[in-house]
């Protein structure tokens, strides 16, 4: 009999087993079922959905990925390289453009000899306000440039009447008005 018991026991574990164990339409054990549902990444997410993990892709998707991901880059740095080019060469023909103004003295209009008279009261005038009182008389274009050139030429007024005309150059209109080599405040030609 001690066969048979052995044997009832044997079987009773057989059968213990046999219930404890999953159904075999089951695709697996909880744990996979729990980390397949698993809220994750969403790549992860977008993988599973394509039916397949990140893992999972064929290298010729990755490759690609990979390519597109390195155009981008590439786009981006060459956008950023035109932009950086273009402020430079703004930059150098704005200062090739004030450089040449300042510089280069050209006259109002070199065609027009007709004579203004201009008056400078007293010493104490500004360089802003004879600039502005020339641009009005319509001897000189730009007031702001005069005042620069000013600084440059070293220019010291001398108060009296003279007798300008827009075809001098804003050199020639400094140097009448501090009186270098003009007796009567015209200029010697």
Known sequence: MATGRNDRKSTGMRSQNNVNREPASNSGTIRNNLERYRPDSVSAVKARQAGRTAQERPASQVRRA???????????????????????VLICVFCFMFTFRVFYDVPLNEE?????????????????????????AGLIGDARLYKLRTYIYDAKYIPGTYNLSPSFTTEKIINILSGYDYSDGTMEE
């Open 112 to 136: 027009d000899t007709s004579k203004v008279e201009f008056t400078i009261a007293s010493e104490a005038v500004t360089d802003d306000e004879v600039g502005q009182m020339l641009v009005d």
């Open 66 to 88: 990979n390519q597109k991901a390195l155009k981008k880059k590439r786009r981006k740095k060459l956008i950023i390289r035109l932009a950086v080019t273009l402020f430079v």
